[in-house]
């Protein structure tokens, strides 16, 4: 069986590629809207959401591969959780509004920011499903961590040595040989 943490690391490089083809566009569309004295705010919104996920995904992968690299903020398949449903969100409310603002890009395929705006939304929907993917993904892989004992986020056989089992200070006293009762 194929481990999750391989899925997730090949779905984060997928996701900033996407990201980073959005980003472009987004700059391309801000560019033509500069020249004629006016802009999309849904532009904007999905350019800070794309600059947003290529820093959290290169963030994730930084984690996922550097062994020295040590974040506390974000050691957990939770505390991962959080951040990828916060860009969900962000993915979901930029191509919704997007695509009830532009609407219906057919008609007007001739024109070069008609075709700038269908590539734009059809991004926008590709990144945000494979978002979607990978915090299915994420939640199977920390309910399975969670039941092998483990809560590290890190895509590997063995948790990293930073990230250690909670035992109860009875416990951690009675495994000390050199402590003698009296």
Same mark, same amino acid.
């Given at each position: 069986? *194929?481990? &999750? ?5 090949? &779905?984060?490089?997928? &996701?900033?590629?996407f990201t980073f083809i959005l980003f472009v566009l987004c700059c391309v569309r801000i560019n033509?809207?500069? +020249?004629?004295? !006016?802009? /999309?705010? *849904? ?6 959401? +794309?600059?947003?996920?290529? !820093?959290? @995904? ?5 984690? !996922?591969?550097? %062994? ?9 398949? =939770? ?8 860009? =969900? ?14 609407? #219906? ?10 075709? @700038? ?5 059809? !991004?926008?929907? *590709?990144?945000?499903?494979? &978002?979607?993917?990978i915090v299915i993904i994420s939640i199977v892989a920390m309910v399975q961590s969670t039941r #092998?004992?483990?809560? #590290?986020?890190?895509?590997? /056989? %063995? ?11 009875? %416990?951690?006293? /009675? +495994?000390?040989?050199?402590? *003698?009762?009296?």
């Amino acid at each position: 069986m *194929v481990h &999750l943490g391989w899925i997730r690391t090949c &779905l984060y490089i997928l &996701l900033l590629v996407f990201t980073f083809i959005l980003f472009v566009l987004c700059c391309v569309r801000i560019n033509e809207t500069l +020249s004629a004295n !006016f802009y /999309d705010p *849904v532009v904007a919104e999905l350019l800070f959401t +794309s600059i947003a996920t290529m !820093f959290w @995904v290169v963030l994730m992968l930084c984690i !996922f591969f550097i %062994e020295k690299l040590k974040f506390n903020f974000i050691r957990l398949y =939770w505390q991962e959780l959080i951040g990828l449903l916060i860009l =969900w969100f962000l993915w979901i409310g930029g191509a919704a509004a997007a695509s009830s603002i532009f609407g #219906d890009l057919e008609n007007c395929q001739r024109f070069e920011s008609c075709r @700038v705006l269908s590539a734009l939304l059809a !991004f926008a929907w *590709v990144g945000w499903i494979v &978002l979607t993917v990978i915090v299915i993904i994420s939640i199977v892989a920390m309910v399975q961590s969670t039941r #092998d004992g483990r809560k #590290d986020s890190v895509p590997e /056989d %063995e948790p990293r040595p930073y990230i250690t089992k909670a035992i109860k200070p009875a %416990e951690y006293r /009675d +495994s000390l040989p050199y402590l *003698v009762e009296s």
